[in-house]
């Protein structure tokens, strides 16, 4: 699904990272120009020392391949966000020690995750701080009720958002929020809640029926709002 990361990528340009870089097996003739794709075999890639966050999981797929990327790619990057299909294939031994990794899961995602960790609980808010202490990642729980917990205890609660969020995609849009505010030089929990405002801000902005796309066009909206 290279759509899911060319709308991460789309966002991520929007949302303050100075640089965006795409990696994949082979270069899409629908990459808008402005994005740089890297077609280099993936160690090779990885080595690019510009690299302040990564985001992994959108179109990665969920075979054995994805799950061998996954595991190289969170071993080498600086700092890391975790979406959409990497969620799905993540284990407690591809978890490096000491790096800020922020987890972003919706409940059927959240739930394979208290699976893989030997988390059993119940309800969003326990499940994310649950995960949180026994992974070490932030966790960025996302539903009707958003909410953001980090190791420590801290749970930041989301306010009200447009219903339209629940939309297929917009969610590969704040997880290229949220690595471009990692890539700033944000802490994981504070680029989570950065990204969760400046989502509903954009959907707001955005008003009723939006695509994906259209949401993404309007976060650097969201975010001028901040300025």
């Given at each position: ?11 991520a340009q ?22 740089v ?13 510009r690299?302040?966050?990564m985001l ?5 797929g969920?075979?054995?391949?994805a ?8 071993s ?73 917990a ?10 009200p958002?447009?219903?339209w969020l ?28 950065e ?10 902005r ?22």
């Amino acid at each position: 699904m290279p759509g899911a990361s060319l709308l991460s990528a789309h966002a991520a340009q929007r949302a303050g990272a100075g640089y965006v870089k795409l990696l994949a097996p082979a270069a899409d003739p629908r990459t808008p120009p402005d994005v740089v794709t890297d077609t280099a075999p993936l160690a090779e890639a990885l080595a690019d020392p510009r690299m302040a966050a990564m985001l992994v999981g959108p179109g990665l797929g969920r075979g054995d391949a994805a799950s061998a990327a996954l595991a190289e790619a969170l071993s080498k990057a600086r700092a890391a966000v975790v979406d959409a299909d990497a969620l799905m294939l993540l284990t407690p031994a591809m978890l490096p020690e000491g790096k800020p990794i922020l987890a972003t899961p919706h409940d059927g995602e959240l739930e394979n995750l208290c699976r893989a960790f030997g988390i059993i609980v119940e309800g969003r808010r326990d499940r994310a701080l649950a995960l949180a202490k026994v992974s070490g990642m932030v966790v960025l729980a996302k539903g009707p009720d958003s909410c953001v917990a980090a190791p420590d205890g801290r749970l930041a609660l989301a306010p009200p958002a447009s219903s339209w969020l629940s939309v297929a995609g917009t969610g590969d849009v704040l997880a290229g929020i949220a690595a471009s505010r990692m890539a700033t030089g944000r802490d994981p929990f504070t680029a989570a809640c950065e990204a969760v405002w400046l989502h509903g801000e954009a959907a707001r902005r955005a008003g009723a029926a939006f695509t994906p796309s259209q949401l993404a066009e309007r976060v650097a909206d969201a975010l001028a709002a901040c300025l």
